[in-house]
């Protein structure tokens, strides 16, 4: 059974004389999300100070699904391709009801076709930190400390001020900003007081990760009310190195301590996989969720971002996905803060953004538990009801819900969008993700890069950013609506912001100024 994978080295600079030193970023949490986000601010240019409680990659019953959405994050960030090499690639889903072995309804979780990345990888936690840490170890301006735990904060005006505990010894730090990282039990949102809002279900689950041979394909099936769990409902994803993770619900008043037992799980798995099936224990633990996120993700100089900010259930793959849209986010926006481009106040931006992010994920999460695990007779025989329909009405399948997994949320209010000029558009409205298309041997999405671009149809003028011309690639004229002339404005965490049918570089201008905070 795995543990963990050792840390054999430091990255950056002995903490060891550093006592009172004071920071310019500290991100506390080496998780993919805090990793993520250093490797942001690494990248461009920024000093980044990491603390990780442990001193080792921990294993374990994590994050395994990654969306599209992310893949295309860490594409950006240059370890894109390194995650997809690694991960398991799927794209179709199956749903399962009862005794039938045949699915009552699949579904293609990538219905725009030719983009560079699947719909989704499966790939266990550990592996991302691993790529992740491998990555920063580029960038002499990121010290990652390992086993340096923060016990105390002082949140100023003007930055913060925390206590480390570390194997050395205890000592201070100061830093400009601090972005907490550090999980659902975030030491630092209980440090300065703050909780979560929301739902806690009722429910409990198991997740049993096993180590087996098998030619399952690379798809996620769902059981609801199967012959090995009935009552409940059951899921079954492939990751790499020939492990599965199979989830069954448990229902409520359970020990949970004599649910991992293995004489209580190995009936599971072979009632679900079949007697004659060999695996391995390679991970068993029971969980409960919630559905709660903080009021606010600013707070002064200490800014939250993914589970310390918000907690979704795991079913639809909306926990580390939303945490990477959060850092996708707010990298470049504090990028200008930290150069004096924007004010403060321009984070205010990451607020709305994050939060509207964070909201639609729990709306959706919280929707998908409902359907699984009906409360009451009544949403019972509503479930019910669409199951039976789903498998010969395809009316019916779109309210089936195993659980909507994760996609990129738009931002139709973002203060940072420029409304269209004209009403004729179809396309990508600004506040939405840009769309990937092949383009010119290589990928849309590549080529914009992390900073401002203009993706123009034949347009002549004068732009204050680079401009990519897209005459002649029909598909992408197509997909974002782009008649002869026209022009359309993405921001550096790759959104839309402005799109015009007649641009002007005094249109692009202001539309570029609202972007970066001058009217947030």
Not at 273 to 282: P, T, W
Not at 358 to 381: G, V, Y
Request: hydrophobic share 40%; proline share 6%; aromatic share 10%.
């Amino acid at each position: 059974m795995t543990t963990g994978i050792p840390v054999h080295r430091s990255i950056g600079a002995s903490p060891v004389g550093t006592d009172g030193a004071h920071l310019e970023t500290l991100i506390v949490g080496a998780g993919p999300v805090g990793l993520s986000m250093a490797l942001d601010l690494a990248r461009r240019g920024r000093k980044v100070t990491v603390l990780s409680r442990l001193d080792f990659i921990a294993a374990g019953s994590k994050g395994i699904c990654y969306s599209k959405r992310s893949l295309d994050i860490w594409d950006r960030l240059g370890v894109g391709q390194a995650m997809v090499d690694r991960g398991v690639v799927w794209n179709l889903g199956k749903v399962f009801w009862g005794e039938s072995t045949t699915p009552i309804y699949e579904f293609d979780l990538l219905p725009v076709k030719d983009q560079r990345r699947p719909a989704f990888i499966n790939l266990q936690q550990y592996h991302v930190e691993a790529i992740l840490v491998d990555a920063l170890a580029q960038y002499p301006n990121v010290d990652i400390r390992w086993g340096h735990e923060l016990t105390a904060l002082d949140a100023r005006a003007d930055g913060v001020s925390v206590t480390v505990e570390a194997p050395g010894g205890r000592y201070t730090l100061g830093a400009d900003w601090l972005i907490a990282c550090d999980g659902n039990k975030s030491t630092v949102r209980g440090l300065m007081g703050l909780d979560f809002e929301g739902r806690v279900f009722e429910d409990n689950f198991l997740i049993a990760d096993i180590r087996m041979k098998g030619e399952h394909p690379a798809e996620r099936w769902f059981w609801f009310d199967p012959p090995f769990n009935p009552g409940q409902s059951a899921l079954m994803h492939k990751q790499p190195d020939d492990v599965w993770r199979l989830d069954f619900q448990l229902g409520w008043n359970i020990d949970r301590e004599a649910a991992m037992r293995p004489e209580n799980v190995e009936p599971l798995v072979r009632a679900m996989l079949g007697d004659e099936i060999e695996f391995e224990r390679e991970w068993y633990s029971v969980y409960t969720f919630q559905c709660r996120r903080m009021q606010r993700f600013v707070h002064g100089h200490v800014l939250f971002a993914g589970d310390s900010a918000h907690l979704v259930s795991p079913f639809g793959a909306r926990g580390a996905n939303g945490g990477l849209a959060d850092i996708d986010n707010l990298g470049w926006k504090l990028e200008r803060v930290l150069d004096g481009k924007a004010p403060e106040s321009f984070l205010e931006s990451y607020n709305h953004e994050a939060t509207t992010t964070a909201d639609e994920n729990i709306l959706n999460s919280t929707r998908s538990t409902d359907f699984l695990t009906p409360k009451s007779t009544a949403s019972a025989a509503y479930r019910d009801a669409v199951l039976s329909l789903a498998g010969e009405h395809p009316f019916a399948r779109p309210f089936v819900n195993s659980g909507r997994l994760s996609t990129a949320v738009s931002y139709p209010a973002s203060p940072l969008s420029t409304a269209d000029e004209d009403t004729d558009w179809d396309g990508v409205p600004p506040g939405s993700p840009a769309l990937d298309a092949p383009f010119g041997g290589d990928w849309l999405l590549g080529t914009l890069g992390g900073g401002f671009r203009l993706i123009a149809n034949g347009w002549q003028g004068e732009a204050p950013v680079p401009v990519i011309d897209v005459a002649g690639e029909a598909l992408i004229v197509d997909r974002y609506d782009l008649s002869p002339g026209s022009a359309c404005l993405i921001r550096p965490d790759q959104y839309v912001a402005a799109r015009w049918r007649h641009p002007s570089p005094a249109k692009i201008s202001a539309a570029i100024a609202r972007a970066e905070g001058a009217a947030a």
